[in-house]
Structures are given as C-alpha cells and as structure tokens.
T-cell receptor, first 114, second 111 residues
Framework: DGGITQSPKYLFRKEGQNVTLSCEQN?????MYWYRQDPGQGLRLIYY???????QKGDIAEGYSVSREKKESFPLTVTSAQKNPTAFYLC?????????????FGDGTRLSIL | AQSVSQHNHHVILSEAASLELGCNYS??????LFWYVQYPGQHLQLLLK??????LVKGIKGFEAEFIKSKFSFNLRKPSVQWSDTAEYFC?????????FGTGTRLQVFP
C-alpha cells in the first residue's frame, strides 16, 4: 500500500541535542511538507519542498532544518536552537503544488524533552 | 496574509444530532478549501474539498460543506452524527503554494 511513513513514533531529546525525524513516501509525490501540531494551535508549517534539492521555509522554520536529496525522503532535524521542541510533528505529501492537490499525511512523531 | 478561523473549539453532541462546524478565512480571491479529519490514533485524512463549481460539496461519511464566497466561509455539516464521528476536524485554505490550517474543532459524540 502506498503511503507516508514517519519514524520514530516517539522521540526523546536531551537539552542541547539535535534530533532527526524521518519521513518517507512511496506515493511518487513531488511535494513534501513538515507541520508542527500543538494543542489549540492547529497545524503550523515548518518547511516544505516542491522538488528534489529545493525547499522553502514555512511559518515557523527557526530552529529546524531539512534536506531533500531524494524524492521519497524529507527528513526534519530539530536543532538545539529550537527552544520549545515538544510537539507532535506531521509529515505530508502531495502531487505538485498545494493549490490544487490535497495533502496526504503520515501518522506523526511525538517529540518530548528529557 | 491568509488566516483561517474555527470558532468552535470543542463541540459535544448526542448521536443523531445535527452538526455544523464553522470555518472562515480572511483573504478573498480564488481559494481552494479543505476539511480534514483526525480520528483518535489515526492520521489526518481528507474529508472533502472545494476547488470550483457547485458551492455545496459532498464528502465521505455523509459530510458536506458549503462555500459562501460573500461570507468567506466554508462550514462543515452533517445531518445526523454518529459516535464514530468523534474526532478533531481541521479546515484549511490555500495561500499561494501553502495550506493554512485552522486551529481545529474537537467533536465528541455520545451514544
């Protein structure tokens, strides 16, 4: 079955540590996205990529970094510069640009600070 | 900048009651509109979408939404809810090459 796989499901980070969240899709989608979901705040866009080797900052990119070396993969690194990283992180993908195409979502990764 | 408002943060209903969840966006012009649903323990999935044409859109599981351009609204409706509709519902609107999500409405349906 085609879909989006996020790993791990739960992740713990120590203060000052960088952690990387994995997102893989086998839907042959061009565009991929990372969102952060906090209670009462909905989904906020961190980074997105419309094509391999290209990505753009979303609304809350500070303290995060991404790469898009392969069409199928869009890992997110939460750096030590992100002061409030505890949240639920969602990866999504879509054909082409978001304007005309709905997004498909993964099951998410819950990140907590030790 | 485009923004999306979902005024109902938490809705509690009994089974068979009718449902209407509000969604308003701030910027006019051509927009694409979506409702997504997140059932407990499951990933976000598309409920319905509006791109153009008939402003009354039908989605999965008996849901529908009406696009009213003059009111910048895209409210979600269901005539008779079921316990299995318990979930969080998100409205989303396109803004250039991004999706802007509302803060979500948590729906609890009791038998």
């Amino acid at each position: 079955d085609g879909g989006i796989t996020q790993s791990p499901k739960y992740l713990f980070r120590k203060e000052g540590q960088n952690v990387t969240l994995s997102c893989e899709q086998n839907l042959n989608h061009d565009a991929m996205y990372w969102y952060r979901q906090d209670p009462g705040q909905g989904l906020r866009l961190i980074y997105y990529s419309q094509i391999v080797n290209d990505f753009q900052k979303g609304d809350i990119a500070e303290g995060y970094s991404v790469s898009r070396e392969k069409k199928e993969s869009f890992p997110l690194t939460v750096t030590s510069a992100q002061k409030n990283p505890t949240a639920f992180y969602l990866c999504a993908s879509s054909f082409g640009t978001v304007g005309g195409q709905p997004q498909h979502f993964g099951d998410g990764t819950r990140l907590s600070i030790l | 900048a485009q923004s999306v408002s979902q005024h109902n943060h938490h809705v509690i209903l009994s089974e068979a009651a009718s449902l209407e969840l509000g969604c308003n966006y701030s910027y006019g012009g051509t927009v694409n509109l979506f409702w997504y649903v997140q059932y407990p323990g499951q990933h976000l999935q598309l409920l319905l979408k509006y791109f153009s044409g008939d402003p009354l859109v039908k989605g999965i599981k008996g849901f529908e939404a009406e696009f009213i351009k003059s009111k910048f609204s895209f409210n979600l409706r269901k005539p008779s809810v079921q316990w299995s509709d318990t979930a969080e519902y998100f409205c989303a609107v396109t803004s250039y090459d991004k999706l802007i999500f509302g803060t979500g409405t948590r729906l609890q349906v009791f038998p």
